[in-house]
């Protein structure tokens, strides 16, 4: 399997398993509809192409801070797909794809992310030297539907 590799906060870096995404898109600030009462990680919804996709500030969700934006307030979005469902993981930048046949994965120590560990499989290494830790797009799928 391959991984999309993208970039939160404080330089974490995340992997999305390819076959779960969709497309990637650039919006502005402005065309985020807030919605009151959720979450702070969930910044709001957009309408892409005539349907709703919520948009979740991954950085935010594991306690790495908001995620930065950049001079035109774009930000950048994966569209992430799950159970024929459709949701948006605000990045900070995306890098690469990582061919996954090398790879192998450790469980995460509980006090790297704290209680948001739920929202991590486990880390691998990156051919740079960096580490990724690897989405797991399920259980951040339940927390959107809570």
């Given at each position: 399997m391959d991984y999309f590799i993208a970039e939160l906060g404080q330089s974490q870096i995340i992997g999305i398993p390819l076959n779960m995404t969709g497309e990637v898109i650039s919006i502005g600030v402005a065309q985020v509809c807030p919605i009151p009462g959720v979450k702070p990680s969930l910044l709001g919804a957009i309408a892409l192409r005539g349907k709703l996709l919520w948009l979740l500030d991954l950085s935010l969700l594991l306690n790495f801070g908001p995620?930065?934006?950049n001079r035109t307030n774009k930000l950048t979005v994966l569209v992430a797909k799950y159970n024929q469902?459709?949701?948006g993981l605000v990045v900070k930048k995306l890098r690469n794809i990582q061919r996954g046949e090398n790879l192998k994965f450790?469980?995460?120590?509980?006090?790297e992310l704290g209680e948001n560990i739920r929202y991590i499989k486990g880390k691998s290494d990156l051919a740079e030297g960096d580490d990724?830790?690897?989405v797991d797009l399920e259980a951040i799928y339940?927390?959107?539907n809570q």
């Open positions: 995620t930065s934006q469902k459709k949701f450790q469980l995460i120590n509980q006090s990724f830790n690897l339940k927390y959107i």
